[in-house]
């Protein structure tokens, strides 16, 4: 398959990269908001809009701020709410840097948590850690989800959705990192047996991140940015697990 558009232009690249350090600035940010008492998912959001707009960027997209059992959910409704930060939980945030988005997700632990919760944690952070030591030119890109989604059901669990995506222009782009979970009808078969044949290209950039959702408990995200250079992947993005005690 043809991946023209995937493969990013040195300006592209170089845009992408900013996006990526506005959405990084932010880090430090949401660290000292969570160390705070009584702080609510909406705080943390607005917080997080206003230092991207202050470098002249916009929101990619609809902040996410989740703890507890909302965190269970890919997409809460509402995005973010009045609820005061605690447990486990995630940040789902990306600027906008003419017209190039990026797209972080910081997991946190504020306070004590649960046993099933601790290994929810730990389970994300070596999936993840699995696919980008993974991640080599020419290697389908659906292997990588493969790979990465074998290794949670031996721990429990699975990937309830794509590994990661390609970024640009758009916040999800070609390649696609995952595979169907169902049998598909003979049109979507048609489009699948396309999306098969991509493999890791040097200069493609996409996001890797595992995650975890336990219905009625709560979840775990960890989303950064990779450039795939002839060297290997760069990291563009920098989130880690955020822990307040």
Known sequence: MCVMGMIKTKREIELLKKSAKIANSCLPLIEEL????NITEKE???AIRRKIYSQGAKLAFRTIVACGKRAARIHPKPAATNKVISGLGYVDFGASYKGYKSDIT???IKGRVSEKEEKIVQSVLQAYNLAVKSIKVGLPCWKLHDKVDKFLRKKGFKLDHSLGHGLGLKVHELPTIGKPKKKLSKKKMKKWEKLKKIKFQEGMIFTIEPAIYVKGLSGCRIENEV???????????KAN?????
């Open 241 to 245: 697990l955020l822990r307040i005690y």
């Open 44 to 46: 943390i959001a607005l």
């Open 106 to 108: 910081v997991p946190f």
């Open 34 to 37: 969570l160390k705070k008492e």
């Open 227 to 237: 450039l795939l250079t002839k060297k290997g992947p760069e990291i563009l993005t």
